[in-house]
């Protein structure tokens, strides 16, 4: 037996607009421009709207109501589902019709989409304290299976999630780390005593994430039947395989006319022909199998890039400056007790504003270029450090204003007491 866990990560950050030093002091509106641009976060979302959230939330909705074996998961941060209050309500509800049917699974993780775990374990769990309580008040669901932001993921991590009360957590099947052990089976984290890890079969995922549309890839054209011959393959030497993909693979990445949605439409169809396949959500794979051996990951790792490690977000001097800065701001920001002030701060450590300040522009260049929607890494770093200049002048005016004395840091006491 064989079962398919398809996972899809559905994501927009709040793009920073090109906030220049002249806004400083003068502009609070941060995110987003109406330019028509990668850099306006409603023409965005409207454009992978049309091209993927509406068409193949459609196609899974009539799959889901044709074959009553088949089941999908989602992560989705809570930036995203903002947006989709804000820009296209439509697209929200065609999510909620999915989850309504009762075959679709949402994890949890970071509402901001952030790498709070690195920096501030607090603010970590405050995040997905936040997400699953989002979620919750939009699909009627509470996640009991976590994903970390891009995968990040090591032994650490895998421990404060069990004792956040998660069964299952999903990581990267990092070659290094398995050895000659099969992505295809469950895992225990090291040091862990219930929960359960679920690892990406990265080659069968980015079979269709990246290499679909590639027509100088010798197993081109890829249609559902050959995929299943992959799939089958896996029986008596796997138990379950894990299918991890951004969800913009379908319409965004492999567009409509290279058949990504005939392909999706049929998969089901032929992987279902073989009486031992199954599809299960990630909870029914941590419920159903039990762990093959420990996955001992000392070191983060992620599903970024060919490294797969952190250098996407922390790999040069600009990014940890970056990142530096606004985790140092926490301390101060929570001082003030403004809410929406705490909002903009926590939309300010999304990953994506870290992955545009990347300067690898070797192996995975193609990749960055595609995401990046500034001209250049310094770009995006400038417009970055500059809201965050504006940023920490209106929380130190607030502490001022209420009796702190502000020098760069905080001083708990009031000033004349």
């Given at each position: 037996?064989?079962?398919?866990?398809?996972?899809?990560q559905?994501?927009?950050?709040?793009?920073?607009?090109?906030?220049?030093?002249?806004d400083?002091?003068?502009?609070?509106?941060?995110?987003?421009?109406?330019?028509?641009?990668?850099?306006?976060?409603?023409?965005?979302?409207?454009?992978?709207?049309?091209?993927c959230?509406l068409?193949?939330?459609a196609?899974?909705?009539?799959?889901?109501?044709?074959?009553?074996?088949?089941k999908?998961?989602?992560?989705?941060?809570?930036?995203?589902?903002?947006?989709?209050?804000?820009?296209?309500p439509?697209v929200?509800?065609?999510?909620?019709?999915?989850?309504?049917?009762?075959?679709?699974?949402?994890?949890?993780?970071?509402?901001?989409?952030?790498?709070?775990?690195?920096?501030?374990?607090?603010?970590?769990?405050?995040?997905?304290?936040l997400?699953?309580?989002?979620?919750?008040?939009?699909?009627?669901?509470?996640?009991?299976?976590?994903?970390?932001?891009?995968?990040?993921?090591?032994?650490?991590?895998?421990?404060?999630?069990?004792?956040?009360?998660?069964?299952?957590?999903i990581?990267?099947g990092?070659?290094?780390?398995?050895?000659?052990?099969?992505?295809?089976?469950?895992?225990?984290?090291?040091?862990?005593?219930?929960?359960?890890?679920?690892?990406?079969?990265?080659?069968?995922?980015?079979?269709?994430?990246?290499?679909?549309?590639?027509?100088?890839?010798?197993?081109?054209?890829?249609t559902?039947?050959?995929?299943?011959?992959?799939?089958?393959?896996?029986?008596?030497c796997g138990?379950?395989?894990?299918?991890?993909?951004?969800?913009?693979t379908?319409?965004?990445?492999?567009?409509?006319?290279?058949?990504?949605?005939?392909?999706?439409?049929?998969?089901?169809?032929?992987?279902?022909k073989?009486p031992?396949?199954?599809?299960?959500?990630?909870?029914?794979?941590?419920d159903t199998?039990?762990?093959?051996?420990?996955?001992?990951?000392?070191?983060?790792?992620?599903?970024?890039d060919?490294?797969?490690?952190?250098?996407?977000?922390?790999?040069?001097?600009?990014?940890?400056?970056a990142?530096?800065?606004?985790?140092?701001l926490?301390?101060?920001?929570k001082?003030?007790?403004?809410?929406k002030?705490?909002?903009?701060?926590?939309?300010?450590?999304?990953?994506?504003?870290?992955?545009?300040?990347?300067?690898?522009w070797?192996?995975?260049?193609?990749?960055?270029?595609?995401?990046?929607?500034?001209e250049?890494?310094?770009?995006?770093?400038?417009?970055?450090?500059?809201?965050?200049?504006?940023?920490?002048m209106?929380?130190?005016?607030?502490?001022e204003?209420?009796?702190?004395?502000v020098?760069g840091?905080?001083?708990?006491?009031?000033?004349?007491?």
């Amino acid at each position: 037996m064989v079962s398919m866990c398809f996972y899809f990560q559905v994501h927009q950050p709040y793009r920073i607009r090109r906030y220049s030093v002249f806004d400083i002091g003068r502009n609070k509106d941060y995110f987003g421009d109406r330019s028509g641009t990668k850099l306006d976060n409603r023409w965005i979302i409207d454009k992978v709207a049309g091209k993927c959230y509406l068409p193949t939330n459609a196609v899974l909705l009539e799959l889901l109501n044709k074959h009553p074996d088949f089941k999908i998961s989602f992560s989705f941060s809570g930036v995203f589902l903002e947006q989709l209050e804000e820009f296209a309500p439509e697209v929200l509800k065609s999510f909620q019709d999915l989850v309504a049917t009762g075959r679709v699974e949402i994890l949890s993780e970071t509402y901001y989409h952030s790498l709070s775990f690195l920096f501030d374990k607090n603010e970590f769990r405050e995040q997905v304290r936040l997400h699953d309580k989002f979620v919750k008040q939009l699909f009627g669901v509470t996640p009991t299976v976590f994903r970390n932001t891009e995968l990040i993921y090591n032994n650490k991590l895998a421990n404060e999630i069990e004792a956040m009360g998660y069964k299952g957590i999903i990581s990267e099947g990092a070659d290094h780390l398995l050895g000659w052990r099969s992505p295809n089976f469950l895992y225990s984290p090291v040091g862990a005593k219930k929960i359960k890890v679920l690892l990406k079969n990265y080659k069968l995922s980015d079979d269709v994430a990246f290499r679909f549309s590639n027509r100088g890839w010798k197993d081109w054209p890829l249609t559902a039947s050959k995929y299943v011959q992959w799939l089958n393959s896996i029986n008596g030497c796997g138990e379950v395989v894990n299918l991890f993909m951004d969800y913009e693979t379908f319409g965004e990445h492999q567009w409509e006319d290279t058949g990504i949605f005939e392909f999706l439409r049929y998969l089901p169809v032929e992987f279902l022909k073989h009486p031992d396949n199954n599809f299960k959500t990630p909870s029914e794979v941590v419920d159903t199998y039990e762990t093959r051996g420990e996955y001992d990951c000392h070191n983060f790792i992620s599903w970024a890039d060919l490294e797969r490690d952190l250098s996407a977000w922390t790999g040069n001097e600009i990014q940890d400056a970056a990142m530096n800065k606004i985790y140092a701001l926490g301390e101060k920001v929570k001082l003030t007790g403004n809410g929406k002030l705490l909002h903009r701060w926590r939309k300010l450590q999304t990953s994506d504003h870290f992955y545009y300040m990347c300067t690898k522009w070797f192996s995975d260049g193609d990749v960055h270029k595609y995401f990046n929607p500034y001209e250049s890494p310094y770009e995006a770093f400038i417009a970055y450090m500059n809201v965050l200049q504006d940023l920490e002048m209106e929380i130190d005016d607030i502490l001022e204003e209420r009796g702190f004395a502000v020098k760069g840091k905080v001083i708990r006491t009031r000033v004349n007491l």
